[in-house]
């Protein structure tokens, strides 16, 4: 059984101006899942490899490996196709279009859906989720590397919702150490299965309550959420570094009283100031499936 886990006590005050930027011109999709409970914990492990998802890279290669009947080199192709196609749709962080370009998706959808896995689309999954649009990971992870150089990766990443792997498999060519949290335990040996081809050495894939956070290995200086809830859940607040910034898909509620209105959702960009204060900026509409705790 998981030992369960407190959830911290005090509150932490989000600062009260938000800022309000307008969408680019791009269309959001269906990211992965949402949050977990603590406690089993897989390794990815492999040989080191560059920080850097470059062409040639160990990632890439394996990649190649992986695929069979010349199927790696058609991959390859479209990989680089698929960040060109990002590129011209506004995505302008060169690591971030490396790193699309490096990891295979092929390898994490159903081989069914194989045709599909370079177009700019979500993908079910199983357990009614799905995998999530390239351009929406390439631009949550772009909006959290804003600022650092093509040679700065990001520091340590908490991701929740890992889902099939594959936005983590990209986190991890831009990022020093990820630690990715899936909540449905399916999913999560899936995702161990979909990534051990590729024998990454800086990813650690944990089965537990992502609304929890992953407190033993905090802070982290970037968390990103796969999964859309009212609000950004406490624990994750608490544990993300000052100066860290943190990427949430979180619902909109309309005022009371309209007719028709519904729930919509939007990112949220949140960047903590200090230990006490976070300035929040409002970004584009999305759409994600729920935040939820607990396992399954």
């Known amino acids: 059984m998981n030992s369960p886990t407190r959830r911290p006590k005090f509150p932490l005050s989000l600062d009260a101006v938000v800022e309000r930027k307008p969408a680019p011109a791009r269309t959001a999709g269906m990211p992965a899942v949402g949050g977990a409970r603590t406690a089993a914990t897989s390794k990815v492990r492999a040989k080191p490899v560059a920080p850097a998802a470059v062409p040639g ?20 192709r479209a990989r680089g196709a698929l960040a060109a196609r990002l590129r011209a749709g506004g995505i302008r962080d060169e690591r971030v279009l490396l790193a699309i370009g490096a990891v295979p998706r092929h390898l994490f959808v159903d081989p069914g859906l194989a045709s599909q896995a370079y177009e700019d689309a979500a993908l079910p999954i199983g357990h009614q989720q799905t995998i999530s649009k390239p351009s929406v990971v390439a631009r949550m992870i772009e909006l959290l590397r804003d600022g650092l150089g093509a040679d700065q990766p990001l520091g340590r990443v908490l991701e929740i919702g890992t889902g099939c792997g594959y936005q983590a498999a990209v986190l ?19 995702a161990k ?13 944990h089965y537990g309550d992502g609304m929890l956070g992953l407190p033993q290995a905090a802070p982290f200086s970037a968390i990103i959420l796969a999964a859309a809830g009212m609000e950004v859940p406490q624990a994750l607040l608490e544990q993300l570094a000052v100066g860290g910034r943190l990427i949430a898909p979180v619902a909109v509620v309309p005022p009371a009283g309209g007719p028709g209105q519904t729930v919509t959702q939007q990112l949220l960009l949140i960047e903590r100031l200090n ?20 396992t399954i």
Do not use: C, D, W, Y
């Open 57 to 76: 890279s160990a990632v890439e290669a394996r990649a190649t490996a992986a695929s069979a009947g010349g199927g790696g080199m058609a991959s390859e």
């Open 172 to 190: 991890s060519q831009v990022a020093a150490e990820v630690f990715s949290i899936e909540r449905i335990r399916p999913l999560h040996e899936q």
């Open 193 to 205: 299965a979909n990534l051990r081809p590729l024998r990454v050495p800086n990813l650690r894939l």
């Open 275 to 294: 230990r006490h204060r976070f300035h929040r900026t409002a970004l584009e509409a999305v759409f994600f499936v729920p935040l939820k705790s607990g």
